[in-house]
């Protein structure tokens, strides 16, 4: 088993700070890769996704030559997370709102899991021999309208007011809480892991087909950040590209 992967976070057409933070470390058939997006305001949105790659650092340092089961390792990874979101919640002035999105994934040999919260976003392409090959969208979007009922949904008013609001994030909430999804990864399998400074001006499940085909990986990016700057899209943006073959 081979991990290949290559990574961008860029400021975009938006002035100031970026806040998007990424990470990526790999030993082996072992890495983790995560994008995070701050959605504080100023310095803040960078001071929470700094926040929550330091402890992903800081897990990696010591686990990477872990020998506990993955079930094990996966837990101590989400009350890093968990750790972290505190963090970005103690430092915050009680009348202020600072947090970040977490899209994080894991793999160790063939096991892999996926933890997120927010809208940061997770794809995945699988090469099926033979079939049709399809780029399926990993995570569920932690918007208001994900989580609400079709009643409050039908309520225009609230529509309009919530559509598109973060109901979990890192550090916006005294309690943190993340989805998971775990996996066994059979063939060969590209992942794609980017904010939503990408994914809502680029077509990302296309770019991910060019991808599996090409398998160039910092080609691929250079391609996403073309279009993205074209777009005129006003947002930071990040992406990780992450290829394992078997």
Do not use: I
């Given at each position: 088993m081979k991990i290949r992967y290559a990574g961008l976070t860029d400021p975009g057409m938006r002035e100031g700070i970026n806040q998007d933070a990424l990470e990526m470390f790999c030993q082996d058939a072992k890495g983790l890769f995560l994008v995070a997006d701050g959605i504080g305001g100023c310095e803040d949105g960078a001071r929470a996704s700094r926040t929550v790659a330091d402890f992903c650092r800081q897990w990696w340092?010591?686990?990477?030559?872990?020998?506990?089961?993955?079930?094990?390792?996966?837990?101590?990874?989400?009350?890093?997370?968990?750790?972290s979101s505190r963090k970005i919640w103690m430092e915050t002035e009680k009348n202020q709102r600072c947090g970040s999105t977490v899209t994080a994934l894991f793999i160790n040999r063939k096991q892999y899991a996926l933890l997120w919260a927010g809208d940061s976003r997770c794809y995945k392409l699988e090469n099926r021999w033979g079939r049709r090959e399809k780029v399926l969208q990993m995570t569920r979007d932690d918007t208001w309208e994900n989580w609400v009922s079709e009643d409050e949904m039908a309520d225009a008013g609230k529509a309009r007011e919530n559509k598109g609001k973060l109901v979990r994030a890192a550090g916006v909430f005294p309690e943190f809480s993340c989805a998971i999804q775990q996996g066994v990864i059979e063939r060969t399998t590209l992942f794609g892991l980017c904010t939503d400074g990408i994914y809502k001006y680029v077509n990302f499940e296309q770019k991910m087909m060019e991808c599996g085909k090409k398998k160039r990986l910092r080609e691929s990016l250079w391609s996403i950040k073309?279009?993205?700057?074209?777009?005129?899209?006003?947002?930071?943006?990040s992406c990780i590209l992450i290829q394992i073959a078997l």
């Open positions: 340092e010591k686990n990477k030559d872990s020998e506990l089961s993955f079930e094990e390792q996966l837990e101590s990874l989400k009350l890093s997370l968990e750790q073309e279009e993205v700057y074209k777009k005129n899209a006003p947002d930071n943006f």
